[in-house]
C-alpha cells in the first residue's frame, strides 16, 4: 500500500515561516489533486489548500495571503509554504491526495506536526 510521506514540520516562531512536502512512498498514477489538511485535538480536520493537475489552486479564506501550494507532477510531490506563521496555526498537517486512475481514491499522510510558539 502506498503511503504519503510528509516533512517540514517543526518548532517555529510566530511571524516566522515553514515549508511542508508530501511525496508518495511508491508510485499513484492520475494525482487530480493534492491538498493539506489540518487538526487540532476535539476539532474537525480542516481544509488548508487544495491544488489540482491543472495548477488551480483553492486556499482556505483564513489563510489566504499566508500560504501558497505548489506541486511537481514529475516527482508527485505537494508543497506548502507557510509564511507570518501564528499559534493558533498550531496543529497536524495531513498531506491528501486523490487519484482518479480507477476512480476517485483517497491517499493519506501520516501528518506532521507544525507547532507555532508565541
Known amino acids: 500500500q502506498v503511503q504519503l510521506v510528509e516533512s517540514g514540520g517543526g518548532l517555529v516562531q510566530a511571524g516566522g515561516s515553514l515549508r511542508l512536502s508530501c511525496a508518495p512512498s511508491?508510485?499513484?498514477?492520475?494525482?487530480?489533486?493534492m491538498g493539506w489538511y489540518r487538526q487540532v485535538p476535539g476539532k474537525q480536520r480542516e481544509l488548508v489548500a487544495q491544488?489540482?493537475?491543472?495548477?488551480?489552486?483553492n486556499i482556505a479564506d483564513t489563510l489566504k495571503g499566508r500560504v501558497t501550494i505548489s506541486r511537481d507532477n514529475a516527482k508527485s510531490t505537494v508543497y506548502l509554504q507557510m509564511n507570518s506563521l501564528k499559534p493558533e496555526d498550531t496543529a497536524v498537517y495531513y498531506c491528501?491526495?486523490?487519484?482518479?486512475?480507477?476512480?476517485?481514491?483517497?491517499?493519506w499522510g501520516q501528518g506532521t506536526q507544525v507547532t507555532v510558539s508565541s
Open positions: 491544488i489540482w493537475t491543472d495548477g488551480t489552486t
Open positions: 491528501h491526495f486523490v487519484s482518479v486512475r480507477r476512480g476517485p481514491e483517497d491517499y
Open positions: 511508491g508510485t499513484i498514477f492520475s494525482i487530480h489533486v
